[in-house]
């Protein structure tokens, strides 16, 4: 049986990969922006719009989930909607969030729109 410190420590490390990996979903959507105006399609103004929302939106919704959110919450959360895989995390650890685990896979609602339903239809 793991300690607690073992566990705030693995905790820690699955909010950091479920974080980053979270992030990189939205930026690959402003990504695409850029490369929007790499070839001329779009203009720097619309571009810096583009990152203006992109900070206010996406990445502040991130900020805001992390921030408010519990450790074990979040890694619940990252297994249940698809940012971390089973085999990523102790199986001790899942199973005692297993509970929290389904009700983020079954419940969590993510709009069409939103990064994460990419995670849906794909695997990290």
């Known amino acids: 049986m793991p300690h607690a410190k073992e566990i705030r420590a693995e905790l820690r490390q699955l909010v950091d990969t479920a974080h980053d990996r979270e992030l990189g ?4 959507h402003l990504e695409r922006h850029f490369t ?3 070839n001329g399609q779009i203009g720097a103004g619309e571009l810096s719009d583009l990152i203006r929302e992109f900070h206010d939106g996406w990445a ?7 921030s408010v959110l519990k ?9 249940g909607i698809g940012l971390l895989r089973p085999d990523e995390v102790s ?3 899942r199973q005692t969030l297993s509970d929290a685990i389904m009700y983020f896979r079954d419940r969590y609602a ?3 729109n939103d ?3 990419k ?3 794909s695997t990290i």
């Not at 450790?71 to 297994?79: E, F, G, K, M, Y």
């Open 25 to 28: 979903l939205c930026l690959c």
């Open 36 to 38: 929007e105006w790499r």
């Open 60 to 66: 502040r919704a991130v900020y805001k989930t992390y």
């Open 71 to 79: 450790p074990d919450q979040l890694v619940a959360r990252a297994l």
């Open 91 to 93: 199986e001790g650890l």
């Open 110 to 112: 993510i709009d069409e």
């Open 115 to 117: 990064p994460l339903s």
């Open 119 to 121: 995670l849906r239809t």
